[in-house]
Each structure stands twice: as structure tokens, then as C-alpha cells.
């Protein structure tokens, strides 16, 4: 299974202030990741990338950028924080191969709490 | 754009005995996978088993199976012999892949309860 690491694991934060969640993967997969999780809503799709410098929105993607400098870093910037943002977030690999996957693999996810 | 639906919020089963999550989707692709992920209380994503649209056979993986029906839409995960480890959140999800960019998109989850 490829490595994927998120930090950090819990955070608190207070209205208005930025926030950047990191991803990191220990293999050169191209298509990452970010969803935010709440409770009714399952796993709704903020940004992703399919390459450095390439990135594109998700159904959610107001008041959240993204930046990938690196094929293995992935990060997801809350410019400012507000408290419809608190949710569990999680980032993703997608283990594509020309188009045939075997699957993603999911980070541990991130608490954030927006106060 | 594509959606994943499942209708069942909760459910329960007795311990030893079968439960069939149901999950349907929206797509005008011919192409595509299909997943089901498990969420225990850990929150770890574990994938369960994964359909190829293009493959009429029904995958298996020990205790779980899906009833892939294309022409309906219907993805459906069957789980057998419950256990009380399989007590979780379970998500289906469609890989959708357009113009050679991919998103996997879910439904809103069933929480599996097992009674001992």
C-alpha cells in the first residue's frame, strides 16, 4: 500500500485565522486529494490534483485553496477559517495506472475545529 | 455530473447473519469502478472491494460480495456471516474518469450496527 501521511491529526483554531493541512505520499502517484467529511454528508470533494501545479475544484471548494509544489506534498489552506469549516478532512492517493485503478488510499484524517 | 446514492442510513444485524447495503448511481459513462469503504470508529478508510462496470461477474471478497447490476444502476454489498468487527460506517463510491482526470465520488454512508 503506498505511505500517505496527514498533519496534524487535530487542530484548533479560531475564527478568521488561516489553517494549511499537509499531505504527503512516499510514492510518485499522480492524482491526490482532499474531501472534508461530516456527519450526513459522507465524503464531499474539496480540491484535487493530477500533477504538480495542476489542480481543479470539487463540489466544495469555497473558502479553500490548494497548492502542490511536489508530487508528494499536497496542501490544503484555509485563507479564513470560519466555523462551517469545522469538519474532518482527509486526504486521498488514487493508485491509477493509465486509467485502471486498484484503489485509493486514504490519510488518517485531520480534526479541525474552527472556534 | 455523476451521484451516489444510499438509501438506507442505518442498519442492523444480528451477529452471524447477512445484511445487504443497498447503493445506486447516476452516470452517463460506460466505463467506470465502483467501491465500497468501511469506516469503523477509528475513522480509517478501508476499502472492502472494488467492480469494474466492464465485468459482469460479481465481485467477492471472503465474507463480502456486491450484486453489480449495470443496466439498473445498482451497486449493492452483501456481508455475510456478520461479525462485531464489522461494525462501521460503509460508503459506496464511483470513480468517475473524463478527459483523463479521475474523482472518486460518495454516497452519504449506512452505519452497520452488529447485535451480539
Known amino acids: 500500500d503506498a505511505g500517505i501521511t496527514q498533519s496534524p491529526r487535530h487542530k484548533v483554531t479560531e475564527t478568521g485565522t488561516p489553517v494549511t493541512l499537509r499531505c504527503h505520499q512516499t510514492?510518485?502517484?499522480?492524482?491526490m486529494y482532499w474531501y472534508r467529511q461530516d456527519p450526513g454528508h459522507g465524503l464531499r470533494l474539496i480540491h484535487y490534483?493530477?500533477?504538480?501545479?495542476?489542480?481543479d475544484k470539487g463540489e466544495v471548494s469555497d473558502g479553500y485553496s490548494v497548492s502542490r509544489s511536489k508530487t508528494e506534498d499536497f496542501l490544503l489552506t484555509l485563507e479564513s477559517a470560519t466555523s462551517s469549516q469545522t469538519s474532518v478532512y482527509f486526504c486521498?492517493?488514487?493508485?491509477?495506472?493509465?486509467?485502471?485503478?486498484?484503489?485509493?488510499?486514504f490519510g488518517s484524517g485531520t480534526r479541525l475545529t474552527v472556534v | 455530473a455523476q451521484t451516489v446514492t444510499q438509501s438506507q442510513p442505518e442498519m442492523s444485524v444480528q451477529e452471524a447473519e447477512t445484511v445487504t447495503l443497498s447503493c445506486t448511481y447516476d452516470?452517463?459513462?460506460?466505463?467506470?469502478?465502483l467501491f465500497w469503504y468501511k469506516q469503523p470508529p477509528s475513522r480509517q478508510m478501508i476499502l472492502v472491494i472494488r467492480?469494474?462496470?466492464?465485468?459482469?461477474q460479481n465481485a467477492t471478497e471472503n465474507r463480502f460480495s456486491v450484486n453489480f447490476q449495470k443496466a439498473a444502476k445498482s451497486f449493492s454489498l452483501k456481508i455475510s456471516d456478520s461479525q462485531l468487527g464489522d461494525a462501521a460506517m460503509y460508503f459506496c463510491?464511483?470513480?468517475?474518469?473524463?478527459?483523463?482526470?479521475?474523482?472518486?465520488?460518495f454516497g452519504k454512508g449506512t452505519k452497520l450496527t452488529v447485535n451480539p
Open positions: 486521498a492517493i488514487s493508485e491509477s495506472v493509465l486509467g485502471n485503478t486498484s484503489g485509493y488510499t
Open positions: 463510491a464511483y470513480r468517475s474518469w473524463q478527459g483523463g482526470s479521475e474523482k472518486l465520488v
Open positions: 452516470t452517463s459513462e460506460s466505463d467506470y469502478y
Open positions: 467492480q469494474e462496470a466492464y465485468k459482469q
Open positions: 510514492e510518485n502517484h499522480r492524482y
Open positions: 490534483s493530477y500533477g504538480v501545479k495542476d489542480t
